[in-house]
Nanobody, 128 residues
Framework: VQLQASGGGEVQPGGSLRLSCAAS????????IGWFRQAPGKEREAISC????????YYADSAKGRFTISSDNADNTVYLQMSSLKPEDTAVYYC??????????????????????WGQGTLVTVSS
């Protein structure tokens, strides 16, 4: 399992970014793929997940209406389109592969225990 996260950067409040999570050595068909974020001094937060089986998506309340998760199975990549960004969205964003799809995803979910299911983080900074 290999995951490569990218797309972070600095953006002004109200702006948009699209994060990518490219998977290799496994197929998206068999895993849920999701995004977490962790801001300095705060606990890791489950943001969004997508899977082929129900529940097919999950969005944290903080992401609903602003973030959209999608997958491109041809490219084996999951995207997180983030719009109307706020300073409180500033964090390192991580993608992870979940054997259980999005079944256990909720605000306090910490994600897979095994580090091999995690990609490296990508920093998102929302600042004027």
């Amino acid at each position: 399992v290999q995951l490569q996260a990218s797309g972070g950067g600095e953006v002004q409040p109200g702006g948009s970014l699209r994060l990518s999570c490219a998977a290799s050595a496994f197929s998206l068909d068999h895993y849920g793929i999701g995004w977490f974020r962790q801001a300095p001094g705060k606990e890791r937060e489950a943001i969004s997940c997508i899977a082929n089986s129900n529940p097919t998506t999950y969005y944290a309340d903080s992401a609903k209406g602003r973030f959209t998760i999608s997958s491109d199975n041809a490219d084996n990549t999951v995207y997180l389109q983030m719009s109307s960004l706020k300073p409180e969205d500033t964090a390192v964003y991580y993608c992870a592969a979940d054997l259980f799809g999005c079944t256990y995803w909720k605000r306090t979910y910490r994600g897979p225990i095994d580090s091999k299911y995690w990609g490296q983080g990508t920093l998102v900074t929302v600042s004027s």
